[in-house]
T-cell receptor, first 115, second 112 residues
Framework: GAVVSQHPSRVICKSGTSVKIECRSLDFQATTMFWYRQFPKQSLMLMATSNEGSKATYEQGVEKDKFLINHASLTLSTLTVTSAHPEDSSFYIC???????????FGEGSWLTVV | LAKTTQPISMDSYEGQEVNITCSHNNIATNDYITWYQQFPSQGPRFIIQGYKTKVTNEVASLFIPADRKSSTLSLPRVSLSDTAVYYCLVGGHGGATNKLIFGTGTLLAVQP
């Protein structure tokens, strides 16, 4: 199946700083990518839908100025957590729609710890 | 609001067949049904996808009745390594319902 890669897999940052997570579709072009957040022992929560060349669509309750999403190319979307706080510590997962359009593939996830 | 309902957890033993059923009463005409497996600290892994009737691949089978209001994931002869959370999702195609909303998933625990 299609491959989606995230980087970094783990990151620790200081409170008040910003951190960027990259999501790449390695063997296909993805016009749409999705960002999720998952807390321990909970399900994935959709944060936003990222469309190449346009602004992201955020889910209700997700602060767009705090979680900046950029989808500048067909193979790369980035999530920047700005002014991170300890409560932003979580597992962030991206996904991308495959070329056929019916299947969505997920990245390996990125653990963010804010200290 | 999640569009699917699954059992929270299931227990099984090695070598048994496991069937996990998911309800999706409000499935749209264009929605596909997709199942994912997730291990701790990993992203969900695609297992199988279908639209109607039965689909089979090298790891699982997916049974979808004619009304498409439910689906059953069948895992033949499970092993300890199949212990994971299994998610059933509907939608995700390139149309109006193009995003996947996760429900609670089913935690499958396989014992020796």
């Amino acid at each position: 199946g299609a491959v989606v890669s995230q980087h970094p897999s783990r990151v620790i940052c200081k409170s008040g700083t910003s951190v960027k997570i990259e999501c790449r579709s390695l063997d296909f072009q993805a016009t749409t990518m999705f960002w999720y957040r998952q807390f321990p022992k909970q399900s994935l929560m959709l944060m936003a839908t990222s469309n190449e060349g346009s602004k992201a669509t955020y889910e209700q309750g997700v602060e767009k100025d705090k979680f900046l999403i950029n989808h500048a190319s067909l193979t790369l979307s980035t999530l920047t957590v700005t002014s991170a706080h300890p409560e932003d510590s979580s597992f962030y997962i991206c996904s991308a729609r495959g070329a056929a359009g019916n299947t969505i593939y997920f990245g390996e996830g990125s653990w963010l710890t804010v200290v | 609001l999640a569009k699917t309902t699954q059992p929270i957890s299931m227990d099984s033993y090695e070598g048994q067949e496991v069937n996990i059923t998911c309800s999706h009463n409000n499935i749209a005409t264009n929605d596909y049904i997709t199942w994912y497996q997730q291990f701790p600290s990993q992203g969900p892994r695609f297992i199988i996808q279908g639209y109607k009737t039965k689909v089979t691949n090298e790891v699982a089978s997916l049974f979808i009745p004619a009304d498409r209001k439910s689906s059953t994931l069948s895992l033949p002869r499970v092993s300890l390594s199949d212990t994971a959370v299994y998610y059933c999702l509907v939608g995700g195609h390139g149309g109006a319902t193009n995003k996947l909303i996760f429900g609670t998933g089913t935690l499958l625990a396989v014992q020796p």
